[in-house]
């Protein structure tokens, strides 16, 4: 047996760590992966240096939560109607202009503060420009998986690996931002992050792709919006974890708006403070999307949901008790893991699942699950965090979290009976569940 054949298993997959890559197998997969890594780098850059920017200007929680909601409100009202035209139309044209858009809102954001004229309302204005941009990019992006990788079993990794992509960007970016931010200001992190979607567009442009072979339809877009959420509500394996995503994006994932103020207030600290915290989030979180990238078998996805809501809620609790650097660092790592793998792990599940013509809207739908109920969590932790203090907003959110995943309990039998029986009719699995009692 040669070397390379060591990383094989007995049917001719890739085997032991080569397995947790086993996507970057394909070209088209590989070139998505490399754009999209530089380009994520800058936009966690962008989010950081945002999030210090409007705090150190204006000194208010509340507002940090205003400029997180203007940002994802968008994402609440046309993801749905963006589902629809993901299953509708070319998701890689549907990226070129939506990725376009986004270098523009970049670079004009690094205009603006680089020429001293940045002002709350017009950092709101450009917040909610980005929102919109991204209601339409996020389930393209999402249902352009499905077309970058040729054997759809491996389809569980790509968006496992797709998500250690965009927390691995999340520990580097806010590091570089915090380091910058410090040295020379908000601006250089907005003007990197504009230019970093060259790659992605070059990348983009450089990829050869079959076509899906999309069925023509003379339905309206509302009609297939609403045919959408009709399919969503009636299956239960998709319609609880939805729900439970959206109380993890309502109670928990809003404690990221609070981060400046646990740098700046809680911890003493600075703009450095700041990148550490948000890139140990990232760190466990990374952690959490590797572990789901290394994967089998898919059957155990959705008891992986569960114990990762408690887990975030778990993280913010203790998170919300801690005045040490170190142990905040600790913390907040859990929280993140948690946070990552209940989004993955959703998000995986979803699209394996999902019938294969009502995917894009499936993906719109679990999008707005969490960056669509964010907006409020983020009001809501804005207006919380100014009556009773960041440490109990954060400590109240966290148990929630836990609550909701031990709810969800009660119902993981019969979900997982329909869960086993989707996977099986699709063929990823060899074998019937047994029984639904």
């Not at 909601?69 to 202009?97: E, K, Q, T």
């Not at 389930?139 to 990794?157: H, M």
């Not at 005045?323 to 979803?350: C, D, E, P, R, Y």
């Not at 919380?384 to 954060?394: D, K």
Request: hydrophobic content about 55%; proline content about 3%; some cysteine.
């Amino acid at each position: 047996m040669t070397a390379s054949d060591n990383s094989l298993n007995k049917a001719g997959q890739p085997a032991g760590p080569a397995r947790v890559f086993r996507s970057l197998r394909y070209r088209n997969y590989r070139l998505f992966f490399i754009g999209q890594g530089i380009s994520l780098i800058g936009t966690w850059m962008q989010t950081v240096a945002m999030g210090w920017l409007v705090y150190r200007m204006t000194s208010s929680a509340f507002l940090l939560g205003v400029i997180s909601f203007a940002s994802l409100i968008c994402v609440f009202l046309f993801s749905p109607l963006a589902g629809v035209l993901s299953d509708r139309f070319d998701c890689r044209r549907i990226m070129l202009i939506t990725q376009g858009l986004s270098m523009v809102q970049a670079l004009t954001l690094a205009a603006v503060v680089l020429t001293g004229t940045a002002a709350v309302w017009n950092l709101i204005a450009l917040s909610a420009a980005l929102g919109l941009i991204n209601s339409f990019d996020m389930p393209a992006r999402q249902s352009l998986i499905l077309d970058l990788v040729e054997d759809k079993a491996d389809l569980g990794n790509a968006i496992a690996l797709n998500s250690s992509l965009f927390n691995g960007a999340r520990l580097i970016g806010p590091a570089i931002a915090g380091i910058l931010v410090a040295l020379v200001g908000e601006g250089i992190c907005f003007l990197i992050n504009g230019l970093s979607f060259i790659v992605v567009l070059a990348c983009l442009l450089s990829m050869r792709l079959n076509s899906r072979g999309i069925v023509p339809t003379q339905d309206n877009f509302f009609s297939g919006m609403k045919e959408g959420l009709a399919y969503a509500s009636s299956f239960p394996p998709i319609k609880y974890t939805l729900i439970l995503l959206s109380l993890s994006a309502l109670v928990a994932m809003p404690y990221a708006v609070l981060l400046p103020v646990f740098a700046r207030e809680v911890l003493q600290g600075n703009a450095n403070t700041l990148g550490f915290l948000v890139s140990a989030a990232g760190c466990g979180a990374l952690v959490g999307a590797i572990y789901l990238a290394s994967f089998k078998d898919v059957r155990g996805l959705l008891k992986m949901i569960i114990i990762a809501a408690i887990a975030f809620g778990a993280g913010l609790v203790l998170f919300s008790f801690s005045h040490v650097l170190w142990l905040s660092l600790l913390f907040i790592a859990i929280a993140g893991f948690g946070m990552v793998t209940q989004m993955a792990a959703t998000n995986t599940l979803l699209q394996l699942i999902a019938d294969d013509d009502k995917r894009g809207r499936v993906i719109s739908f679990y999008i707005v699950s969490f960056n669509g109920v964010s907006p409020f969590g983020s009001l809501l932790y804005g207006w919380l965090a100014s009556i009773i203090g960041v440490s109990f907003t954060v400590l109240a959110g966290g148990l929630c979290c836990m609550s909701g995943g031990l709810l969800f309990i009660g119902r993981f039998k019969s979900i997982k009976y329909q869960v086993l029986s989707a996977l099986y009719k699709k063929g990823l699995i060899s074998e019937p569940p047994a029984s639904e009692d």
